[in-house]
């Protein structure tokens, strides 16, 4: 098969079903490189490239019939309108919340690619640690508040007023401790 | 932050062609390379005009403030000299002057180009979309790119074999970075970037070799198909897609998730370096036994070429440059230094060229000049 470009033999082959769509394109290696598909430089081109092609090397669906309807729209990226086949072509994630709209996808994806790795191993950054510690704890503390306050008012229910006391005392000293 | 005129010192200064260095007869450059993005900010190709403008003030301000002057500060250096970080907005800048940055590795060549903008269709790219690169001075050790393809890239370089020291620094600017600046993150994929293949740790530690040697006896390619084994990359003197011009290669990690950078760092640095110049030393050697003046006539035919050529390409200069930089280092050739023929490789590319001569000079008037400047340098007439 030529390229769609020029007169070279196509080894690249891509398939994108957009809206019910299927668009093909076949293209040597020069000039899928010349549209940013890369072949051989990123790993994670090829393996996209072998995402949406057939081990064969032949298009999902053969040429002519037309493709499966989809059902549902492709997921887009709240943070960014990001859909998977935009991914697919570009190679590129448009914003942060992209990989956790396509977690399920980029997962078996990456793990290729980073030989077979599914979770971060190294440095952190301090903030987010900090941030994270620090939502872990309000969120520590506002369970705590919400189960004395809970019992506070089953004590004064029962008309409890020593044990009651108590209680107050500690959730007053917790909520003097910080913004609940 | 300065942020006037251009590097001063463009005809030295570069760290990666310091000759020295450990292993520097093999290994010319240590290069660490970090990507981050800013939290609660689309990534380069989706964001506008305006986001991208806002993205470069936030970094630009931190990096001014965040003391990065002092990052892999030479103690050595000239006091008349003082540390300090330079700014340049891409977008203020003549051609030239982007393209002498792409030459000193300081920018890719998409930064110096630009990125289409999805909401600016219209208009001259390379003085509109918002970008910038900042370098320390006065060696270039540590360079930030602001709005390539990540919002940054943290990149610092060392002359030889000294990873953990390019680390160090780099580490250093972005602990220095990070003090101020939230950075895209999750706890499963880590540093989270604009192309899924750098997401993790972010970083890219890249070695660049000279292996004529191994070039000469086609072992090469043994190492290409072990690199690759090992998941390395390989790519030339300028990066991606970029022939291996006079025998320069570099190799470096593809793996970013699941491996810490000191992980990298000693599979790269501990491990696989050290056996690739153990590799190219020993094909010298036996080069130098078996087919002692075969290599000899090469070189001196080389530099018989450098030194009374009236018209070379850059090409045709790296290539026959790398054959005396193996004269030099092997002893074979006296007279010229290693600091020379280094300085030669940066100072033969079109924008130093023209910087060195003064001039604008087009691509024939180039061969010309080119052919004067390293007559004059090797024969030391000026
Ligand atoms: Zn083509
Ligand atoms: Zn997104």
């Not at chain 2, 289409?116 to 060696?139: F, N, Q, Y």
């Not at chain 2, 054959?323 to 020379?340: E, I, K």
Request: aromatic share 4%; glycine share 8%; hydrophobic share 35%.
């Amino acid at each position: 098969m030529k390229c769609d470009k020029c007169d070279n033999e196509a080894t690249v082959h891509e398939m994108i079903v957009k809206g019910g769509v299927k668009t093909e394109r076949h293209l040597c290696e020069h000039c899928a490189r010349e549209l940013g598909l890369n072949p051989g430089g990123a790993t994670l081109g090829q393996l996209i490239t072998k995402f949406v092609v057939a081990p064969q090397g032949q298009p999902l669906a053969p040429a002519g019939k037309p493709a499966p309807a989809r059902p549902t729209p492709p997921t887009t990226c709240r943070g960014c309108g990001t859909t998977f086949p935009d991914f697919k072509q570009t190679g590129r994630v448009g914003c942060s919340e992209c990989y956790t709209t396509f977690e399920p996808q980029l997962g078996p994806l990456l793990e290729r690619a980073h030989e077979g790795a599914t979770h971060h191993v190294g440095k952190r950054p301090t903030r987010w640690e900090e941030r994270s510690a620090r939502a872990e704890a309000d969120s520590a503390r506002r369970e705590r508040v919400d189960d004395l306050r809970r019992r506070l008012e089953q004590a004064v229910m029962a008309e409890q007023y020593e044990a009651a006391a108590v209680l107050r005392d500690e959730l007053r000293k917790i909520e003097s401790q910080g913004t609940v | 932050m300065a942020s006037e005129g251009f590097i001063p010192s463009y005809e030295t200064g570069t760290e990666w062609l310091r000759a020295g260095g450990q292993a520097s007869d093999v290994v010319m450059s240590s290069r660490v390379r970090l990507a981050r993005n800013l939290a609660g900010w689309r990534f380069g190709h989706k964001a506008g005009h305006g986001d991208r403008q806002k993205v470069l003030e936030i970094c630009r301000d931190r990096i001014a403030a965040a003391g990065l002057s002092s990052v892999g500060a030479q103690s050595s250096s000239a006091p008349s000299t003082p540390p300090q970080v330079m700014w340049i907005d891409l977008r203020e800048s003549p051609p030239i002057e982007r393209q002498l940055l792409v030459e000193r590795h300081l920018i890719s060549k998409q930064h110096s180009k630009g990125k289409p903008l999805p909401d600016l269709k219209s208009g001259d790219i390379e003085t509109t979309d918002p970008r910038g690169v900042a370098v320390a001075l006065p060696d270039e050790r540590l360079s930030i790119m602001v709005n390539e393809e990540d919002h940054l890239r943290i990149q610092a370089v060392r002359g030889g074999l000294a990873l953990a020291e390019a680390w160090a620094d780099a580490d250093r600017a972005d602990d220095l970075l990070e003090s101020k600046l939230d950075f895209a993150y999750s706890p499963r994929f880590g540093y989270l970037t604009c192309c899924p293949t750098n997401v993790g740790t972010g970083v890219r530690m890249s070695l660049m070799l000279h292996l004529p040697a191994l070039k000469l006896t086609g072992s090469i390619e043994k190492v290409k198909r072990a690199a690759s084994d090992m998941n390395l990359a390989v790519r030339g003197f300028y990066g991606e897609g970029s022939e291996a011009a006079g025998d320069f290669y570099q190799i470096s990690n593809q793996t970013t998730l699941g491996k810490s950078e000191e992980a990298i760092l000693n599979d790269l640095a501990g491990q696989i370096i050290p056996k690739i110049v153990e590799y190219e030393r020993k094909e010298r050697r036996d080069l130098i036994s078996k087919r002692g003046a075969a290599l000899e006539d090469q070189v001196y035919r080389a530099l018989g070429l450098l030194t009374h050529a009236r018209l070379l390409t850059a090409e045709e200069s790296m290539q026959m440059l790398s054959h005396v930089r193996l004269g030099v280092v092997m002893g074979l050739v006296s007279d010229v230094d290693l600091a020379t023929v280094n300085a030669l490789m940066l100072l033969t590319q079109p924008a130093h060229l023209q910087r060195v001569m003064g001039t604008d000079l087009d691509q024939e008037q180039r061969r010309a000049a080119r052919a004067q400047l390293i007559r004059r340098r090797l024969l030391k007439t000026t």
